[in-house]
């Protein structure tokens, strides 16, 4: 989720719950009686020169070799309402709409393989989608109830995650400086787990709770039966277990349990997570303490015995994750840490049984003088990665994929709607056995499993 909505340097961090929708309360303060309707979006446009393993890959056939010197963006719209009755309830409903990506070459919505025309069953994509979709309901007094595709506690109660400089997200990227690198070569290829506000989590249908605050105490929880969107399963069930004919997936939202494979450890039923934050505002300091809990399982397998060295041999824990966060504001400085773990793969996927539990912390800090904003970030995580594999014969991979990332930017409020920025990334990845981080085509036990990437880039920011 973006981070980056700038207004001036003096309201830097108040603008940024705006940012990917995800506030708990209305976008704008509204009369009673009244309805406010907004328009608010964003471009971001950078240039940027990377280096990786992964830039440069000789093949039998060749050598293919990516240009250092790229551009990237994003662009989002957040149209929707707010409103409070003449008795003081506010309600109101936000959608989120962004750019979809296409393969290299290809221009967005059209067919994939003449570049022509329009979106059609080659592309797959309609060029704009929708992100987050949602509806609330409640007073500050008594809390709020949302409803839709859209955050929940695990997210919107997150501390000390701190990426409010740069282009506003570091890697927890959707257009930014991580995507400019080869995925396979950017930490959690570019959803590592310590960012909670992940599209696997807040791009799904669910109700959510928010408590009102008390003494700086509040509280939530919510609930995801599955892990589609809005109007997502629903196209094609005619039964339960039905499948497509192109992917040979279950296409039923709500489908407890499957005979596909391809089902297993990819779609999620029941999730719920809960939170508590406590905000305390004295002595020139804003501090702000979380911690959350996270539960969802997989949809169960109901097929023929799969083989020895399938994951699905054993199948997948549930999803169980934990975070605590802290951070703290004075004088222009914020210092935040958090740290998660559990039963948990990076881009919030099921682990295998028998695979290492993981946990990621990260620690940032921003300074803000002026117009001028300076940031920088680190992230140390491990998790199983791609542990235990296909176990083929002689692949033999380490039980930890180690990963670690720097972050360095500063911003330029050249006014409420402008900001200029420079970002630098590094990141190393680690997993000896791990094919996928080897370049050099080695397996099992010849792959080194090693990757890195570093990334200078500058860019402007235009927000409403």
């Avoid at 309805?35 to 446009?45: P, R, S, T």
């Avoid at 080659?122 to 949302?146: C, E, M, Q, W």
């Avoid at 039923?269 to 300091?285: E, M, P, R, S």
């Amino acid at each position: 989720m973006r981070k980056l909505l700038l207004a001036t340097a003096a309201t830097f961090g108040a603008t940024l719950a705006m940012t990917g929708g995800a506030m708990a309360q209305p976008v704008k303060p509204v009369a009673p009686g009244t309805v406010v309707v907004h328009v608010n979006g964003y471009l971001q446009f950078e240039i940027g020169d990377t280096g990786s393993t992964d830039n440069t890959v000789k093949t039998a056939s060749g050598t293919d070799k990516l240009n250092p010197v790229t551009t990237d963006g994003d662009a989002r719209i957040y149209a929707g309402f707010d409103a409070q009755t003449v008795s003081g309830l506010d309600y109101g409903a936000q959608i989120e709409l962004r750019t979809s990506t296409s393969e290299a070459g290809v221009r967005v919505g059209a067919n994939q393989t003449t570049g022509l025309g329009t979106a059609n069953s080659d592309s797959g994509l309609d060029g704009i989608y929708v992100k987050r979709a949602y509806g609330y309901i409640g007073a500050p007094d008594t809390g709020f109830v949302r409803v839709g595709q859209g955050d929940s506690v695990f997210s919107l109660d997150q501390a000390g995650v701190v990426e409010a400089f740069g282009d506003g997200a570091q890697y927890n990227t959707d257009g930014g400086t991580a995507n400019l690198l080869p995925s396979d070569a950017s930490v959690g290829g570019q959803n590592n787990f310590i960012y909670a506000d992940a599209s696997n989590l807040y791009a799904t249908d669910k109700v959510v709770l928010l408590s009102p605050a008390i003494d700086g105490l509040s509280a939530g929880v919510g609930y995801e039966p599955n892990s589609n969107g809005l109007k997502e399963g629903y196209s094609d069930c005619s039964a339960a277990s039905a499948t497509d004919a192109t992917s040979g997936e279950g296409t039923c939202a709500a489908e407890y349990s499957s005979a596909d494979p391809a089902d297993i450890g990819k779609r999620r039923k029941n999730t719920i997570d809960a939170a508590l934050q406590y905000v305390l505002d004295a002595n020139g300091f804003k501090t702000k303490l979380s911690g959350a809990l996270l539960y969802g399982a997989p949809i169960n397998y109901d097929g023929a015995a799969e083989p020895a060295g399938s994951p699905l041999h054993k199948g997948f824990d549930t999803m169980s994750v934990y975070q605590f966060g802290a951070q703290t504001t004075v004088a222009g400085f914020t210092l935040g840490a958090n740290v998660k773990g559990g039963q948990v793969e990076d881009g919030y996927a099921f682990k295998p049984k028998g695979a290492r539990d993981a946990i990621a912390f990260i620690v940032g800090a921003t300074y803000v003088l002026g117009p001028y904003v300076l940031g920088a970030s680190i992230i140390d995580s491990q998790s199983a990665g791609s542990y235990p594999g296909t176990l083929a014969a002689g692949v033999h991979e380490a039980r930890t994929l180690s990963e670690y990332g720097a972050a360095v930017g500063g911003n330029y409020v050249i006014s409420p709607n402008l900001s200029l920025f420079t970002q630098y990334l590094y990141d190393h990845r680690h997993q000896p056995g791990n094919a996928g981080l080897d370049v050099s085509g080695g397996a099992g036990t010849t792959a080194k499993g090693d990757a890195q990437a570093q990334a200078v880039a500058v860019g402007a920011t235009f927000k409403w």
